[in-house]
């Protein structure tokens, strides 16, 4: 639907002043998507171009049809979210479902010195790492990251693994199993843990686990995201 058939159905269901909300949250979203494109370019990097779940047809996991595609995290979004966000100096970033590796270099550019990536493509992880590495050859940073190259289920989250992200990369089966293996790294490793839940479709499953409490709820730019605390 283009944008000035959406306006048009604002005006019909909404009235003035929902038109106008309907206008600035499409405009917020323009704009976003125009700083998405930039972000390569001022990097060198190539991370902007989705990624069908069909396409991925080097995914052995059991799981493949669990998935969702590769889109890139929203740079402003993303960032607008972290300016509110505050963390321990040594915090890990983990994206579950990092594909091409944006939110790494997101996350890089908010202050963390380590980041970890998860993904069951083996071709969107190397993809990452060659992102990675030009982002980090292009701002001279010192940043530590890895890329695994495995189901998500089947990842050992380490004990300074605390801030997780998920862009809704799987369906609620797959995220409830992830839960449980965060819970026993929370029981080897007590901590402090944040979840980030970008397109939060399966919230359900975290909320039904009362141990996590919502700290923050944010729709910006079009784009919404839960965060949950828990402390071991």
Not at 9 to 15: A, I, T
Not at 122 to 137: E, T, Y
Not at 181 to 195: F, H, Y
Request: net charge negative; proline share 4%; charged share 25%.
């Amino acid at each position: 639907m283009n944008i000035f058939l959406r306006i048009a159905n604002g005006l019909k269901k909404r009235g003035a002043l929902g038109s106008i909300q309907l206008l600035h949250e499409i405009t917020s979203i323009g704009f976003g998507r125009a700083f998405d494109w930039v972000f390569d370019i001022k990097y060198g990097t190539k991370t902007f171009r989705w990624t069908e779940l069909d396409a991925m047809h080097d995914v052995r996991s059991e799981n493949h049809a669990r998935g969702i595609r590769y889109e890139p995290t929203h740079q402003r979004p993303f960032h607008n979210l972290m300016r509110q966000l505050q963390f321990p100096p040594d915090s890990v970033f983990v994206d579950i479902g990092c594909g091409k590796g944006r939110a790494l270099i997101l996350a890089a550019e908010c202050g963390f010195s380590r980041v970890v990536g998860i993904d069951f493509s083996p071709s969107l992880c190397d993809a990452a790492r060659d992102n990675l590495g030009i982002f980090q050859q292009k701002t001279d940073s010192e940043i530590t990251f890895e890329v695994h190259a495995l189901d998500a289920t089947e990842y050992s989250f380490a004990d300074a693994d605390n801030v997780i992200y998920f862009y809704n990369p799987f369906d609620a089966t797959v995220l409830d199993k992830v839960l449980d293996q965060l819970e026993v790294s929370l029981k080897s490793a007590p901590r402090t843990i944040w979840l980030i839940y970008h397109n939060p479709l399966w919230r359900d499953v975290i909320a039904a686990r009362d141990a996590y409490t919502p700290t923050l709820h944010q729709k910006n730019g079009g784009y919404e995201f839960l965060v949950f605390e828990r402390t071991v």
